[in-house]
Nanobody, 124 residues
Framework: QVQLVESGGGSVQAGGSLRLSCAASGYTYNMGWFRQAPGKEREGVAARRSDGVTRYTNSVKGRFTISQDNAKNILYLQMNSLKPEDTAMYYC?????????????????????WGQGTQVTVSS
């Protein structure tokens, strides 16, 4: 079992920045950030494989950066130039399955473990 605890959400004006953190309790292979806005499906935002390979959804490329402190087993999502459309509940996800050289997934079925979420609200 892997337990995930997110922190760092909050309210910010458009153009501002936030950094989300996700503390993981054990070994993980892929980790990712997802978000779900009211009335919309949950979507993958960014993902990172244990060897450092990363992947982003198009709408956040150049603005968001996923990183990990391996010593502390904490996953981060640095979010810059935030827009009102980034408003959502953000979830950390993790998985232990080895998938070889495949890129880290941005789809929900690629992950078995989920955090409770942290709210991000961006006002115009």
């Amino acid at each position: 079992q892997v337990q995930l605890v997110e922190s760092g959400g909050g309210s910010v004006q458009a153009g501002g920045s936030l950094r989300l953190s996700c503390a993981a309790s054990g070994y993980t292979y892929n980790m990712g950030w997802f978000r779900q806005a009211p009335g919309k499906e949950r979507e993958g935002v960014a993902a990172r494989r244990s060897d450092g390979v990363t992947r982003y959804t198009n709408s956040v490329k150049g603005r968001f950066t996923i990183s990990q402190d391996n010593a502390k087993n904490i996953l981060y999502l640095q979010m810059n130039s935030l827009k009102p459309e980034d408003t959502a509940m953000y979830y950390c996800a993790a998985d232990r399955r080895w998938v070889g050289s495949l890129p880290p997934p941005l789809y929900e079925s690629g992950y078995n473990y989920w955090g409770q979420g942290t709210q991000v609200t961006v006002s115009s």
